[in-house]
């Protein structure tokens, strides 16, 4: 009686799930005997190499910065009220206990004589150096005995950790070399098993590719036209489809591509809505920032005149203030004429000149070819009041604010430049940092131009900005850069990069009289 033959079909899952087994089986027994056989060693190599690791740590740094937070501590540098108190590298009680903890645990991992040696060694003449650094502190916490503590320092705390210094290099030398016995032990194993396992190998990629080869042509093309679709979507283009009719789960696949293409368009479009109205709305909150902080400095100048029984001034001032706020409000308009801009900041000048007229004068030079262009409403004011609260009025005598505006290369140019005090080079890092958002006011300084550039950034893109140059005692001078745009609205295609300038415009005045 002849058998009659019944075929069954086979999914690809099933299928490479067959193709799975066949080259793990193989790779999972070489993978355990590799595991096996270097196990034991490796686990005393990472050992060794995680000990060097942590004692390297202390190389040079320990002694440097041991010998020199005494030093500062000493001659009080640091203040030891406040340090003591923080887990910092600064307190010498931090340092000893951290190296302390890291070495008791190397001792309890370690085995060899030698090395346990050593590191008691270190452990001793830490707590030595403890007794020392308390005597220093306690000295330091009654007042005086200066030159007591920097006998201290240089005769025993300067000596202990140059002890240490010798124990840490005596210690990463023992232990080296037990690494390198370590390291040709694991690659005598290494060399064997390669040697294995290569064999293993062949054999298990050979019997793979022969059984790969008789599915791999079910699924291949399918695969490849899903590739080139996905290809297509990565590059932009949202409308990329693809069709199969493979009847597996190629298909399926294929089918949810196209129904994720078709979602993402849409979700894409969503976002980039969702994100201009974002924008939009942190353009308006960071533009309302600026209001408030003004309208208190100015009442506050209003409310001393009329204090001081200057009320005809007073009266002045207000009106001034009338105007300021008319040509600030721009009937809601959140982009504004240059020519808006620059009444604008005569208004604002004007108002602090009635309360500064004894050490301000100031000066306006817009081109007369850019007062048609369109800028950010309130983009100048917090640079020009920067330039008179920290620049004028710190310097206590006549100072000058002029204010430039012009086009260059396709954008506008704008520089505030005033002849005050100016600032140090590590104030000129922090408004730098600041304007950046590397750092965050604590005393309000910098706030206004900090808000200009995330207001620039929001409304330009990345490449305008403002720069800042200042020198001490001879003036500071802020420049901002935006595209010349001929009506309203975001600048858009942004694409070319705003350099800002470094020579004429940007560095202060050669003398405070002297204005460029």
């Known amino acids: 009686m002849k058998k009659e033959r019944t075929v069954r079909y086979r999914s690809i899952r099933s299928r490479l799930h067959i193709l799975i087994v066949i080259v793990m089986v193989p790779l999972f027994a070489i993978a355990l005997y590799a595991t096996v056989s270097l196990s034991r060693v490796y686990r005393n190599y990472d050992q060794t190499v995680r000990n060097i690791t942590t004692v390297n740590s202390y190389n040079v740094v320990f002694e440097e910065t041991m010998n020199s937070d005494m030093y500062y501590i000493i001659v009080e540098s640091y203040n030891w009220d406040t340090l003591k108190n923080e887990e910092d590298s600064k307190n010498p009680y931090y340092l000893i206990e951290d190296m302390r903890t890291h070495f008791e645990q190397l001792r309890r991992d370690n085995t060899d004589p030698e090395i346990t040696n050593d590191i008691d060694s270190i452990l001793r003449v830490l707590g030595n150096l403890k007794k020392r650094v308390d005597t220093i502190i306690s000295n330091v916490e009654e007042g005086g005995h200066y030159d007591e503590n920097m006998t201290i320092l240089k005769n025993d705390i ?222 100048l004011q917090p640079i020009v009041e920067n330039a008179l609260y920290h620049g004028i009025k710190n310097r206590r005598a006549m100072g000058h604010i002029l204010v430039k505006g012009e086009k260059r290369h396709g954008k506008l140019l704008f520089t505030v430049q005033d002849d005050g005090i100016g600032m140090k080079p590590d104030e000129l890092d922090y408004m730098r940092k600041l304007i950046s958002g590397e750092a965050e006011s604590v005393s309000g300084s910098g706030f206004g131009i900090a808000n200009v550039e995330q207001r620039i950034h929001l409304g330009y893109g990345e490449p305008y900005g403002v720069h800042v140059e200042s020198t001490y005692g001879v003036g500071t001078t802020v420049t901002v850069c935006v595209p010349a745009l001929s009506k309203p609205g975001r600048a858009k295609d942004a694409e070319d990069e705003a350099v800002l300038p470094t020579g004429e415009g940007t560095k202060p005045a050669a003398n405070p009289g002297t204005i460029i």
């Not at 600030?328 to 801009?341: A, M, N, P």
């Open 158 to 379: 300067n000596v202990m950790t140059e002890l240490i210094q010798g124990d840490i290099d005596n210690y990463i030398y023992l232990t080296a070399d037990i690494m390198e016995s370590t390291r040709e032990k694991l690659s005598s194993e290494v060399r064997f098993t390669l040697a294995f396992l290569v064999i293993l190998l062949a054999a298990s990629l050979t019997f793979g590719l022969v059984s790969s080869r008789r599915i791999s042509h079910r699924i291949t093309d399918p695969i490849a036209r899903l590739c080139d679709a996905a290809d297509r979507f990565a590059a932009g283009d949202f409308s990329a489809r693809v069709e199969v009719h493979s009847g597996d789960e190629i298909e399926i696949l294929a089918t949810s591509f196209n129904d994720m293409g078709a979602e993402i368009a849409r979700l894409i479009e969503n976002t980039r809505i969702e994100e201009k109205n974002t924008r939009e709305l942190e353009l308006r909150l960071l533009q309302q920032q600026i209001k408030p902080h003004f309208l208190y400095n100015t009442l506050d100048a209003i409310m001393w005149l009329t204090e001081a029984g200057e009320n005809e001034q007073a009266v002045s001032m207000v009106s001034s203030l009338s105007n300021f706020f008319r040509t600030g409000l721009s009937r809601g308009h959140d982009w504004i004429k240059v020519s808006e801009e620059e009444s604008h900041e005569r208004s604002y000048l004007e108002i602090q000149q009635f309360r500064y007229r004894d050490i301000l004068s100031y000066q306006i030079e817009i081109a007369e070819d850019i007062k048609d262009y369109y800028i950010m409403k309130l983009m």
